[in-house]
């Protein structure tokens, strides 16, 4: 049910210049989602009353991904006054009446989970605190606000890296950027938070000391996993945060009942599914929304995006996207699957085989060496090696059907569009330019003529005259 008495405020209005990018810092994804989309996804786990995303640079980027992710997140833009107290109160100015808690997240925060968030604001809430920061204790602080707290152990204020003193640069206690506010002492404060610092910007984090200065209880609560607590602000610290994502991930689905081979070379998006009894083997990335049923065996070397696999299939070396393989179904190893590409039940895509926007009925096989675009195939077919569906004549595109339980030779090429009918059988080599009736042969070749002799009479003094030449001895002293 909705928390009445919470609001979430996401602020996604820096520009993130360390991550040196035409992309904006929040949008960088890991583990199939943007920065921003999973800090939404969180966001919206506690069913909050409200949820409003503060938004500066690239505004109308990042606005995008607020309505994709989360479409009813109210977006607000931050003016030219600079910093986080700032973007708070373009926030509140959304709540005018609002008198319950305010949860702050910053949009770089990726891997804090609704468990640890909940722990927070129940935290605060026995407490009954103004305010609660969350913390984390870190052996290399650098870059991070320190907490700073009073003889008896309570929160006295946050003091950013760049204007810590020697002493407070020795604290280890970090300010992990997330906090839970009363909304009324929230608002009355950010009123007399001013820019007397390092940077000349409007902290969030002078709200600590002047609510302590007005004697009202500040709280700290300490992060159970510092490491997701951290903020991403490089693309080292963002690859560090997408590996420890999909380590979580991939151990949630072992523990579901996937066997994963080797977790180190595995990677799983969040928003993947995989059933009990699936095997992922070494070096396979299962990504987006990809689903996998049961007993189903995806790799090695394999990536699948947005993919389905049925129950049992095989999928070994392969690249495929947005593409339906069947239950039981076989596929690889090196074959690609392009969007659109449906292998039905028992189906079989094989060796160095590409497809695209093809439906490739129940037991059907393109075993080797093939191209198969734009194209139906019928249950029950075979598909001779070196097979190429001709669909583009320079202009459109078009399409190929062939019937059931229909056997093609090697190295056809149908030229589209064209239909070959139920039960047909093409000969090796053939050019289909023509619909084939059903259960007919269809055959275009002429006859084998072979001119003895050409190889001495053109080639001569070369390996091959010599191998014929030596032939031709042997088979006269046979005769003799």
């Excluded at 992060?223 to 693309?235: C, S, T, Y």
């Excluded at 064209?418 to 055959?443: C, H, M, N, Q």
């Amino acid at each position: 049910m909705t928390d009445r008495s919470l609001a979430v405020v996401v602020l996604a209005a820096g520009q993130g210049t360390r991550m040196k990018s035409r992309t904006p810092k929040v949008l960088h994804r890991i583990g199939g989602r943007s920065l921003l989309g999973h800090v939404l996804a969180t966001a919206g786990a506690l069913d909050p009353q409200r949820v409003i995303v503060v938004v500066r640079h690239e505004r109308d980027l990042v606005a995008a991904a607020v309505s994709d992710a989360a479409p009813a997140a109210v977006v607000v833009d931050q003016d030219e006054i600079p910093g986080t107290g700032r973007a708070v109160q373009s926030a509140l100015a959304q709540l005018p009446d609002f008198t319950g808690d305010v949860l702050v997240l910053s949009a770089d925060v990726p891997l804090l989970d609704a468990d640890a968030l909940g722990a927070l604001l129940a935290q605060h809430r026995r407490g009954d605190a103004a305010a609660t920061v969350l913390s984390a204790t870190l052996d290399d602080a650098t870059g991070y606000g320190r907490v700073i707290r009073d003889a008896d152990g309570g929160v006295a204020r946050i003091v950013e890296h760049k204007d810590a003193d020697p002493a407070e640069l020795l604290v280890t206690e970090i300010n992990a950027g997330v906090y839970v506010f009363r909304a009324g002492p929230l608002r009355e404060h950010l009123e007399l938070v001013g820019t007397a610092n390092a940077q000349g910007e409007r902290y969030l984090t002078d709200v600590v000391g002047l609510l302590r200065a007005s004697r009202l209880p500040v709280a700290a609560a300490s992060a159970p996993d510092a490491a997701a607590a951290l903020g991403v602000n490089d693309r080292v610290q963002l690859a560090d945060a997408a590996a420890r994502l999909n380590a979580r991930t991939v151990r949630r689905w072992q523990l579901a009942g996937v066997t994963v081979l080797d977790p180190a070379t595995t990677w799983i998006d969040v928003d993947a599914t995989l059933a009990p009894d699936v095997t992922v083997l070494p070096n396979t990335h299962i990504l987006r929304a990809t689903a996998i049923a049961e007993g189903a065996t995806v790799g090695p070397d394999t990536s699948l995006v947005d993919c389905e696999v049925g129950e049992g299939a095989i999928v070994t070396r392969t690249d495929a996207t947005l593409a339906v393989i069947g239950a039981g179904a076989s596929v690889g190893p090196f074959a690609y699957l392009r969007p659109g590409t449906e292998l039905g039940d028992r189906g079989k895509i094989g060796t160095f085989v590409e497809t695209k926007n093809a439906r490739i009925g129940g037991r059907s096989k393109v075993p080797h060496l093939s191209y198969v675009g734009d194209a139906e195939i019928g249950e029950g077919a075979n598909i001779g090696a070196g097979t190429i569906v001709a669909n583009y004549d320079g202009v459109a595109k078009h399409r190929t059907e062939v019937g059931d339980e229909v056997r093609t030779g090697a190295h056809n090429v149908f030229v589209a569009p064209v239909r070959i009918g139920d039960g047909a059988y093409t000969g090796a080599g053939t050019v289909v330019r023509k619909d084939v009736p059903p259960g007919a042969l269809a055959v275009v070749s002429g006859s084998q003529r072979n001119v003895e002799g050409w190889v001495l009479t053109h080639r001569p003094g070369t390996s091959a005259a010599q191998a014929a030449e030596k032939a031709a001895h042997g088979s006269q002293e046979e005769d003799g």
